[in-house]
């Protein structure tokens, strides 16, 4: 017999509840993206981190960009 499943609570969305638009989201503000990558520098998906779609296009847009300026690793090895 199956063990059924448990869902925790939803989390909720840092940049919603501080009310920050997602063109304020910047690239060049490594130490809050560091908190939505892994340690090997994956860009955390939005189930875990409990971002809202828009936001989390723009902090996945504004990773790869630091990405490509050189501000954050592509992977931590």
């Known amino acids: 017999m199956a063990k059924p499943r448990t869902f925790g609570r939803r989390k909720v969305c840092r940049f919603c509840v501080d009310k920050v638009p997602a063109a304020d989201i ?3 503000d490594v130490q809050r993206l560091k908190h939505y990558t892994t340690e090997r520098g994956k860009i955390i998906p939005r ?3 409990g971002n809202c779609a828009r ?3 723009a902090v996945t847009e504004a990773v790869k960009r630091a990405r490509a300026a050189a501000l954050m690793p592509f992977t931590a090895d």
């Open 47 to 49: 189930r875990i981190s």
């Open 26 to 28: 910047d690239y060049k």
């Open 55 to 57: 936001h989390q296009r």
